[in-house]
């Protein structure tokens, strides 16, 4: 369901988890904070059927005669500092820069030693029609934005009907849980007029700096990654990367830039967190469901 372009991306900004409504004594609406609450309670849930998913698929493919299984992707670290705001504090600046360095160490190449990497084209096409089933064999959500397919059969489709049930539920609440509020909130936080007001300053501030061009602090973080494409000696793309973060954290603090991020998204978060509390609640639904299902088939291997 995730596509990966192979560029450097900007880290998707945190949902923050504390929601704080637009009137004027900052308190969270009951709506929200109701909605918030399932929210917290579906990611929960989510990751403990979806441990019990990669179980049974992988007994799926086993049973199929499938032993040798690609390697699990491990989930690069974040970037320093993007966690509290849109641009790293000045000290995690002068400190980490970005921490792009460990980004990059942290992409290393497959290794070619490994079972999976030794299996010939036929063996690798054998095992994605087990897992996936044919390409013609998906379940489509759509979107006035984006298109969202799963696996309808393979072993991957199978279990997920087994645990999930209604597929095409599935896959609409799943991604809205997952993406639509995000994005609803990232919406809201762009017709912000403070953040678009303080952005305009960080701009400014940091074509004063000797950036140019740089319309989001995104857009420096990208300035910074593509050193490391471009430069043949890590050390030298480190240095510029200080400086440039350096920059992006002092314009920041200048500008107050991070604090205006903060009220913009809190009060983005709760606009969507109340548009979608019916999907939320219903996805809650569906993975109790799933859940007494997983233990079910647990419970009957």
């Known amino acids: 369901m995730v596509a990966n372009s192979g560029r450097w ?7 923050i988890l504390g929601v704080a409504a637009c009137g004027s004594d900052d308190e969270p609406s009951e709506v929200a904070l109701r909605a918030q609450a399932v929210l917290d309670e579906t990611r929960v849930l989510s990751d403990q059927v979806r441990d019990v998913e990669d179980l049974l698929v992988q007994r799926c493919m086993t049973d199929a005669g499938f032993t040798v299984m690609p390697p699990t992707p491990e989930a690069l670290p974040d970037g320093a500092g993007h966690d509290s705001g849109v641009s790293p504090t000045v000290e995690i600046a002068q400190r980490d820069g970005y921490a792009l360095s460990t980004l990059v160490s942290a992409t290393g190449e497959p290794d070619e030693d490994s079972a999976w990497s030794k299996l010939g084209e036929a063996e690798v096409a054998a095992h994605t029609l087990a897992m996936f089933g044919p390409e013609d064999a998906q379940i489509e959500y759509r979107t006035e934005e984006v298109t969202v397919s799963i696996s309808r059969e393979g072993c991957s489709g199978e279990v997920r009907r087994a645990l999930y049930g209604d597929m095409d539920e599935y896959v609409r609440l799943s991604w809205i849980a997952g993406n639509e509020v995000h994005s609803a909130t990232s919406a809201n936080v762009d017709s912000n007029k403070q953040w678009r007001d303080s952005l305009a300053e960080w701009s400014t501030c940091m074509t004063e700096s000797g950036y140019p061009g740089l319309r989001h602090p995104s857009d420096a973080f990208e300035a910074a990654a593509q050193l490391y494409e471009t430069n043949t000696e890590t050390n030298d793309a480190m240095a510029h990367e200080l400086n440039i973060a350096q920059a992006d954290a002092g ?11 903060r009220a913009a998204r809190a009060a983005a978060n709760e606009q969507a967190l109340v548009t979608y509390e019916g999907d939320l609640v219903a996805w809650r639904e569906h993975l109790v469901s799933a859940a007494e299902r997983a233990g079910e088939l647990l419970d009957g291997q």
């Open 251 to 261: 314009c920041a603090e200048q500008t107050g830039l991070n604090h205006a991020f």
């Open 9 to 15: 991306c900007w880290p998707p900004l945190a949902v």
